[in-house]
């Protein structure tokens, strides 16, 4: 079957690091995408990995190991505006067909 | 450029009714994805389709569900007669090609709050 499985909350202070994992089991994958959403707004794009290794973009980094079925965020320098909900999502093979996790919840402490 | 844009923002209505969802996607993105999210669960998907041409319906729940995109522009989704079990916020995305969605992934647009009494 397909799963996605990512931790449900989590809470972070300002200025620290937090990583937020992923794992997931699906039947085919051609690619991983985190997203960013804010409470009653549209997802937001943050980062897509389709091969091996770590993608650095400012602030945010996305890990994946394809043979693990794992990937990690990495927020660094936290603001409280980063306090939202970061969904990971796997593409399917072959289509557009994309399957996602719950979404984790990052809280943002001063 | 402007986003995607999903109209009503919210809905209520009563269980038996019929409502269209609209969406328009960016301008020159032929594909376009319809998701929904029910209360408390993960996004799901529900359809995809290629200018006016459903590529992947295999996410849309039951026949009550029926998506057009006429001329390859905006899509409808309409939900005839509505269920207690629909409500959720029913999500639009659009995107260009392979390259664009590596890039920068989906354009979701704002959704759709349905909620069926």
């Known amino acids: 079957g397909q799963n996605i499985d990512q931790p449900t909350e989590m809470t972070a202070t300002e200025g620290a690091i937090v990583q937020i994992n992923c794992t997931y089991q699906?039947?085919?994958?051609?690619?991983l995408f985190w997203y960013q959403q804010h409470a009653g707004e549209a997802p937001t794009f943050l980062s897509y990995?389709?091969?091996?290794g770590l993608e650095e973009k400012g602030r945010f980094s996305s890990f994946l190991s394809r043979s693990k079925g794992y990937s990690y965020l990495l927020l660094k320098e936290l603001q409280m505006k980063d306090s939202a909900s970061y969904l990971c999502a796997v593409r399917d093979t072959g289509g557009f067909k994309t399957i996602f996790g719950a979404g984790t919840r990052l809280f943002v402490k001063a | 450029e402007a986003g995607v844009t999903q109209f009503p923002s919210h809905s209520v209505i009563e269980k038996g009714q019929t409502v269209t969802l609209r969406c328009d996607p960016i301008?020159?993105?032929?594909?376009l994805y319809w998701y929904r999210r029910v209360m408390g669960k993960e996004i799901k998907f529900l359809l995809h389709?290629?200018?006016?041409?459903?590529?992947?319906e295999s996410g849309m729940p039951n026949n009550r569900f029926l998506a057009e995109r006429t001329g390859g522009t905006y899509s409808t989704l309409k939900v005839q007669p509505a269920e207690l079990e629909d409500s959720g916020v029913y999500f639009c995305?659009?995107?260009?090609?392979?390259?664009?969605?590596?890039?920068?992934?989906?354009?979701f647009g704002s959704g759709t709050r349905l909620t069926v009494v």
């Open positions: 301008s020159g993105h032929d594909n």
């Open positions: 699906t039947s085919g994958f051609n690619g």
């Open positions: 389709f290629v200018k006016e041409s459903k590529q992947d």
């Open positions: 995305a659009s995107s260009q090609a392979e390259t664009g969605v590596r890039a920068g992934g989906y354009t």
């Open positions: 990995n389709v091969l091996d």
